[in-house]
């Protein structure tokens, strides 16, 4: 399949004709293309990566360009024979390819017969080199390729070839009612009674598979804990919220508890009395994923009975956002974020409580700022996400977190995050940094920018120190999307809550403003992903002039206010602007942003 060269270059141009892009998007996206060299991205990845570029009018674009044809599908109504007829032609390719062309999102879909019978295959990208292998290594040498959308794709794939899970499959095949047959439970904490339990292959497959859909259902965390005597419950959190996934009855809670230490690392399985965290790693779907384990022993009813609650944290580094404007921030609070980081000094703190994104928010600035020319050291307890261009310094128990961090003067810095500024100590470390020279980035929990301002003052930064070292400060919220398939008006019995959130009727008769729906198969009732709200307290003159004045106490309204005249918005009118752009709902608005 030869690709004309000459076409390939003018995806960029054409883009912009289509004012699908802009010439200073592509600009820079060339150049990354270029720093990434021989074997990095295609430029059509990039844009809708790093870009946050809508796929399908990208990659759509690619394809008018090499004249391939387009097919629109409604997955939903296939016919029951043509499903049928994929899944033959599926079977008939090695497993190995077979896993690859799908991973890749290439599905040969339909073989036309006649003289010379051709395979219909379908991609959302046209110039994937993986399609080479069709002819290749299948028995199939005569091939038309056709552009599909992706989600179209996704669904297709979803439906003729779904994913399976080995170890689901392997717990369904098990008479799970003889899992607990005696009901003295004086001896279940006994080792040889929870290793008879664990021995059953059922509560190994049971976390192997639960671990397995945590990935591919895009979930945070998972949860583990005790359902009454002898049941555990698994929820999922998604979205932000905690759904019960599976619930395992007839299982004692120590046993899998067990089986959980027993297959993580950095955990005592025999011991129940004490707090633990250790980790695990997997390979799901070819891609190596980390688990952060976190363990602590829990009460019940039956005060012998040793159970712990486990929280298994998901760090898929597929997920980690790269490209800072895709973080969805406003448009001011994008400005002052990108001007703040174009300093080659100060410091940048990101706050919210836990949950609300700040990681993501650090690692899409680190991103942002990485240069091959700059020396980015970080010192995070633990280390979540792997960052290429950074040396990301490992806590032991011979270098403390503290410690970690006055090594980082001495080994020649220009840009540094600390994970998390924890105390006094910590604080005055990273403003020592800022101080010094050094662009700092950091979290900090607190529930508004201003109050972080009075935070750091009451840990003994003085107000002159604040003033000068800060460049801005972000209070963030992660708010859950509404479903674009099945949202709805705000139906007249809630206008009354959406106008004391601060909505107009005017905001309502529009049209614009949503609930969530029903619920969809696309979505988790009625919402789907997040998005962020936030305030960006930007230090300019009049800020820390005001923070100056304030020599034995801060004054945090004195700051809001000038801030919210300079065009920073609250909390509360960001999630307005949020519920006006039909992304999120009034509920979410009062939630989320209930302390503004």
């Known amino acids: 399949m030869g690709l004309d060269l000459e076409a390939k270059s003018r995806l960029g141009d054409v883009l912009i004709l289509k004012n699908i892009i802009t010439e200073e998007i592509l600009s820079e996206a060339l150049e990354r293309q270029a720093q990434e060299g021989t074997y990095g991205r295609k430029l059509g990845n990039i844009l809708v990566s790093d870009f946050g570029i809508d796929h399908h009018e990208v990659f759509s674009t690619l394809a008018e360009i090499f004249a391939f044809r387009s097919i629109s599908i409604e997955p939903s109504k296939l016919e029951s024979n043509k499903i049928k007829h994929a899944r033959d032609i599926l079977n008939k390719i090695n497993d190995n390819v077979r896993k690859e062309l799908l991973f890749n999102n290439i599905l040969p879909f339909q073989l036309l017969m ?5 395979l219909i295959v379908l991609t959302c990208d046209v110039t994937n080199k993986v399609i080479e292998k069709i002819a290749q290594q299948t028995e199939f040498k005569r091939y038309e390729v056709i552009y599909c959308p992706i989600k179209v794709l996704e669904e297709l794939i979803q439906l003729i070839s779904p994913q399976k899970n080995e170890f689901l499959e392997l717990l369904n095949e098990v008479d799970t009612s003889s899992l607990v047959e005696e009901e003295d439970h004086s001896q279940v904490d006994s080792d040889a009674a ?3 339990e664990m021995n059953k292959s059922l509560l190994v497959n049971l976390f192997e598979g639960c671990l397995m859909e945590a990935v591919r259902r895009r979930a945070s965390d998972i949860h583990i804990i005790p359902y009454k005597k ?4 698994f929820h999922f959190r998604i979205d932000s919220k905690l759904q019960l996934w599976h619930r395992q009855d007839n299982t004692q809670p120590e046993a899998m508890a067990a089986v959980v230490k027993d297959r993580s690392t950095g955990i005592d399985r025999f011991e129940r009395a004490t707090a633990q965290d250790g980790f695990a790693q997997r390979v799901i779907d070819g891609h190596l994923i980390r688990f952060r ?11 012998e ?12 580094d597929r997920n980690v956002v790269t490209d800072l404007k895709a973080l969805g921030f406003q448009e001011k609070a994008e400005a002052d974020f990108l001007k703040a980081l174009s300093h080659s000094k100060g410091m940048v703190l990101v706050t919210g409580p836990t949950g609300s994104g700040k990681s993501t928010t650090l690692m899409a600035a680190l991103f942002h700022v990485a240069d091959p020319s700059k020396n980015i050291l970080t010192c995070e307890d633990p280390v979540e996400y792997m960052i290429k261009a950074a040396r990301q310094i490992k806590i032991s128990s011979k270098l403390s977190f503290d410690g970690a961090i006055r090594a980082i003067l001495r080994h020649d810095p220009d840009i540094v995050l600390v994970g998390e500024i924890r105390d006094a100590k910590t604080a005055e470390i990273a403003v020592k940094l800022s101080n010094t020279g050094h662009l700092t980035l950091s979290t900090l929990h607190t529930n508004d920018a201003p109050a972080t301002v009075s935070r750091l003052f009451k840990m003994g930064i003085e107000p002159f120190l604040l003033a000068n070292v800060i460049s801005i400060i972000i209070a963030q919220r992660l708010i859950r999307k509404l479903c674009p398939e099945c949202k709805r008006p705000i139906s007249k019995r809630n206008y009354e809550q959406a106008l004391a959130v601060g909505l107009t009727q005017e905001d309502l008769d529009s049209g614009k403003c949503f609930e969530p729906g029903p619920g969809c198969k696309k979505c988790n009732q009625g919402y789907k992903g997040r998005t962020n709200i936030c305030e960006a307290l930007y230090f300019s ?3 820390k002039s005001a923070i100056l004045q304030n020599q034995s106490d801060i004054d945090e309204d004195q700051i809001r206010k000038i801030a919210e005249s300079q065009g920073m918005l609250s909390m509360r009118v960001s999630g307005l602007y949020r519920i006006r752009e039909g992304i999120t709902s009034v ?3 009062i939630y989320s942003a209930s302390d503004d």
């Open 114 to 118: 006649g003289a010379r019978s051709t």
């Open 194 to 196: 929870i290793d008879e």
């Open 587 to 589: 509920e979410e608005i």
């Open 541 to 543: 003159p009049e800020v």
């Open 305 to 316: 009975r040793n159970f712990e609650s486990i929280v298994i944290r998901v760090i898929d």
């Open 230 to 233: 002898k049941g555990v419950d």
């Open 293 to 303: 384990v976190s363990i602590i022993p829990i009460t019940s009813e039956e005060f």
